[in-house]
Nanobody, 123 residues
Framework: QVQLVESGGGLVQAGGSLRLSCAASGRTVSTYAMGWFRQAPGKEREFVAAISWGGGSTSYVDSVKGRFTISRSNAKNTVYLQMNSLKPEDTAVYYC????????????????WGQGTQVTVSS
């Protein structure tokens, strides 16, 4: 199994930036994709971004394109989400997730999940 731990959340003003990190440990799988999801109060969990650890593919939800960037450090087994130009609508608990195989955007298709990190954007 794989353990995932997110960090880097916090409180920022609209227009500010944060970088989230997701560190993977435990019994790792050689080839797997990583995704970021978020869940705002009273709302469904939604896909944010994903990156393939077996290749160079990335994917983003339309609402964050041009503002968020997903990246990885294979040496550190860590995935990052750089969030710029933050908006109040970005306020949510952000989760990282891992799946064996290719990038997917559905949360039900991921095998491992972190505990989440809170991101709050004030107006």
């Amino acid at each position: 199994q794989v353990q995932l731990v997110e960090s880097g959340g916090g409180l920022v003003q609209a227009g500010g930036s944060l970088r989230l990190s997701c560190a993977a440990s435990g019994r790792t799988v050689s080839t797997y994709a990583m995704g970021w999801f978020r869940q705002a109060p009273g709302k469904e969990r939604e896909f944010v971004a994903a990156i393939s650890w077996g290749g160079g593919s990335t994917s983003y939800v339309d609402s964050v394109k041009g503002r968020f960037t997903i990246s990885r450090s294979n040496a550190k087994n860590t995935v990052y989400l750089q969030m710029n130009s933050l908006k109040p609508e970005d306020t949510a608990v952000y989760y990282c997730a891992a799946r064996i195989g290719m990038i997917r955007v559905g949360d039900s298709e991921y095998d491992y999940w972190g505990q989440g990190t809170q991101v709050t954007v004030s107006s």
